[in-house]
């Protein structure tokens, strides 16, 4: 069995590994090339090049380096089409994925599967559709996905979400991290001010002013923020001028132990302040009560306000089918109203533990791996299951 895979950012990576590893369990015979990070390497990959070549973000990253891309897109779909796979797995990465898929199916019959579904629920619903020219099956990443692929006519099969496999942080792993930044048995709260320079530098005042007012509020809380490697220098320069520093937690300084120490801070923290994304999930696996807030610039604002088709971007509230977590998007971002959702948080919340619980379960908590299940899936697709 041959299988090209692409993926072109270590999330990805790390999902395409994953698979890899189920597909070799079901087949030790594949083969696999494509392009991918150590992660794909390691489970046998033959890269056709560097994966961070590949890995742009932003519109504005995009344009900037549109001649680069465009020809990488167009190689990588020549080399598919010479080597005739079984089946290509393209993952995530849409502004790349999919426009190699679009080439490979226009000169053959390769089937062509993509792995992490776009956020057609979320805005720009005709994606499903368009994409449905190109690709025969979607792996998705949540529960509720399938049924908006499947309108569009793909193959979607739910697979589960990866951070249902992160390790968590024990009791004892908790109670080292208080004793090693003296936080006692005081309340802790977790500030997440995201890992992008721009929601960094647009959030950090903002969540300054919500310490400030949660300190004056709660004198016995105490604030840890784990800071994103690209952002730590800003995080750092930026907390400084808060009225109440909180405790930086730096991966220039922690090194290879940031994630034990990152893991120990969320199951240590009773509430955390975390901008919008994917922190949520994390959080939920944690089991720590949150509120999300975030904000943009206007016309960001105003564009994506206006094609937004949820009620609420928070995936636990969506997951669960709750509004359980409190979120203040765009206008609503504003420091009173968050330390004062904060506040009620701290004091009631079961209705979130309960919340964040059932995503989990719904996220495949306990069941097969999500590298099995993806796996699977794709056998199933070729008539191999």
Known sequence: MKVYITAGEPSGDKLGASLMEGL???????????IGGERMIGQGLESLFPMDEISVMGITEILRQYGKLKARIRETAEAIIAAKPDVLITVDLPEFSLRVAELVKARSDIRVVHYVAPTVWAWRPKRATKMARHVDQVLALLPFEPPYMEAAGMRCDFVGHPVVTEPQAGDDDVAAFRQRHDLGDAPVALILPGSRRSEVSRLAPVFGDVVARLQQERPDLRFVLPAAAPVAPLVEELCAGWAEPPLVLDPRKLGEDMAAEKRAAFAASDVALAASGTVSLELAAAGTPMVVAYDMGWLSREIIG????????????????????????????????????????????????????????????????????????????????
């Open 24 to 34: 070799k369990a079901r087949v030790p015979e594949v083969q696999f090339t494509g």
């Open 306 to 385: 206006r094609m937004l088709l949820v009620d609420t971007v928070t995936l636990v509230n969506l997951v669960s089918e709750t509004r359980a977590v409190p979120e203040f998007i765009g206008k609503a971002c504003r420091p009173a109203p968050i330390a004062d959702a904060l506040l009620s948080v701290l004091e009631a919340p079961q209705a979130q533990v309960e919340a964040m619980a059932l995503t989990m379960e719904r996220l495949g908590r306990g069941g097969p791996h999500p590298g099995d299940r993806a796996a699977q899936a794709v056998l199933e697709g070729l008539g191999r299951g």
